[in-house]
């Protein structure tokens, strides 16, 4: 059987949306609850390979989901170019300390991705589970994303440091956005080599640049991590988060999916980018009983392009989510006739 996830991603026919849901491994299940608590901590749990085939294919035991993700975390490559982090249990991930111009132009591309086959090794795991139809997912994190992290050391609200630098050190971030392209290209075409039939590169913190600034810093790095994968013939999907005004911007880049969040039109993104298009409920609306939820959702997807489309939220679903509510959108979308 075809893969309904992977023909929508090329707007191909399809005979309902596919849907799949961000973060759909995670804590608003019990089971992988469970599961965090045997791994004894998230860093194991992703670098386990049965533990985290087995996040990832747990969300597809309870829901009828046309794709699964590779259970992971966008820092984990960072490790194979001498970054070194942890994962506490609260605040998000932390660096030792944030990275000065020095030390992130000291940084280089790994020889090789052997340290990340634990994630390869999850990804041929995961796929020998799945029915053929269902997509298997591998992902990153945009070199801009990646560079916050980095130059603030951990999960910042405003991400001041690599803003600062963005406009007082253009030239040197450049090119240490363009040095994380190409590896995450790199290491999304290791995914694929494991598995992966499409990939998503997850900007989650774009909104935070001027059309101007992302034009002319962010672009270039994600031209660089596209077309490593150009080759490889496998969808692309580009995540913006808060990305209103960078859908113009984007819309050159050879990426096949631009996925948006709710405050993005879903009409308007496949307007001004010609590309198909993934999202956008938003995650907080999850928090209303089944009736509702369903409502909204056919109220997304009433707005969505008849061909090219993706469902999915519009970032990544919270922990306190009943799980009621998300059968209710996922049986919303599987309605469409």
Same mark, same amino acid.
């Given at each position: 059987?075809?893969?309904?996830? &992977?023909?929508?991603?090329?707007?191909?026919?399809?005979?309902?949306?596919?849907?799949? $849901?961000?973060?759909?491994?995670?804590?608003?299940?019990?089971?992988?609850?469970?599961?965090?608590?045997?791994?004894?901590?998230?860093?194991?749990?992703?670098?386990?390979?049965?533990?985290? +085939?087995?996040?990832?294919?747990?969300?597809?035991?309870?829901?009828?989901?046309?794709?699964?993700?590779?259970?992971?975390?966008?820092?984990?490559?960072?490790?194979?170019?001498?970054?070194?982090?942890?994962?506490?249990?609260?605040?998000?991930?932390?660096?030792?300390?944030?990275?000065?111009?020095?030390?992130?132009?000291?940084?280089?591309?790994?020889?090789?991705?052997?340290? *990340?086959?634990?994630?390869?090794?999850?990804?041929?795991?995961?796929? =020998?589970?799945?029915?053929?139809?269902? +997509?298997?997912?591998?992902?990153?994190?945009?070199?801009?994303?990646?560079?916050?992290?980095?130059?603030?050391?951990?999960?910042?609200?405003?991400?001041?440091?690599?803003?600062?630098?963005?406009?007082?050190?253009?030239?040197?971030?450049?090119?240490?956005?363009? &040095?994380?392209?190409?590896? *995450?290209?790199?290491?999304?075409?290791?995914?694929?080599? +494991?598995?992966?039939?499409?990939?998503?590169?997850?900007?989650?913190? +774009?909104?935070?640049?001027?059309?101007?600034?992302?034009?002319?810093?962010?672009?270039?790095?994600?031209?660089?991590?596209?077309?490593?994968?150009?080759?490889?013939?496998?969808?692309?999907?580009?995540?913006?988060?808060?990305?209103?005004?960078?859908?113009?911007?984007?819309?050159?880049?050879?990426?096949?999916?631009?996925?948006?969040?709710?405050?993005?039109?879903?009409?308007?993104?496949?307007? $001004?980018?010609?590309?198909?298009? =993934?999202?956008?409920?938003?995650?907080?609306?999850?928090?209303?009983?089944?009736?509702?939820?369903?409502?909204?959702?056919?109220?997304? &997807?009433? =707005?969505?392009?008849?061909?090219?489309? $993706?469902?999915?939220?519009?970032?990544? $679903?919270?922990?306190?989510?009943?799980?009621?509510?998300?059968?209710?959108?996922?049986?919303?979308?599987?309605?469409?006739?």
């Amino acid at each position: 059987m075809t893969s309904r996830f &992977l023909a929508a991603c090329r707007k191909e026919q399809v005979d309902r949306p596919p849907v799949w $849901i961000m973060r759909q491994a995670g804590r608003y299940l019990p089971e992988y609850r469970a599961l965090r608590e045997r791994a004894g901590n998230f860093l194991a749990l992703c670098t386990t390979p049965e533990l985290a +085939a087995e996040a990832t294919l747990q969300p597809l035991r309870r829901f009828p989901l046309d794709a699964a993700i590779v259970f992971s975390d966008i820092l984990l490559p960072l490790s194979a170019l001498g970054v070194a982090f942890s994962f506490p249990d609260n605040g998000g991930p932390k660096l030792a300390s944030p990275l000065s111009r020095d030390s992130w132009q000291a940084l280089a591309p790994p020889a090789s991705w052997e340290a *990340m086959e634990p994630v390869a090794e999850a990804l041929r795991l995961v796929r =020998q589970e799945l029915a053929p139809e269902v +997509a298997l997912i591998g992902f990153c994190g945009a070199p801009w994303t990646l560079a916050c992290y980095l130059l603030s050391g951990g999960h910042d609200a405003d991400w001041s440091r690599a803003r600062q630098a963005a406009y007082r050190e253009g030239e040197a971030l450049l090119e240490l956005l363009l &040095l994380l392209g190409r590896a *995450m290209g790199d290491y999304l075409a290791f995914q694929v080599a +494991a598995g992966a039939q499409a990939v998503q590169v997850f900007d989650s913190w +774009a909104g935070v640049l001027p059309a101007e600034l992302y034009r002319e810093l962010a672009v270039p790095a994600l031209a660089a991590l596209a077309s490593c994968l150009e080759p490889l013939g496998v969808p692309r999907i580009l995540y913006l988060g808060q990305g209103s005004h960078l859908l113009a911007e984007v819309a050159e880049l050879p990426f096949e999916v631009v996925s948006v969040d709710w405050r993005t039109s879903l009409a308007e993104a496949a307007a $001004i980018t010609g590309k198909a298009v =993934q999202g956008n409920l938003d995650p907080a609306a999850l928090a209303a009983d089944p009736p509702t939820v369903r409502q909204r959702t056919k109220r997304m &997807l009433a =707005q969505a392009p008849p061909r090219g489309y $993706i469902a999915n939220l519009g970032h990544g $679903i919270w922990p306190d989510t009943p799980l009621e509510a998300v059968e209710a959108f996922v049986a919303a979308v599987q309605e469409v006739p």
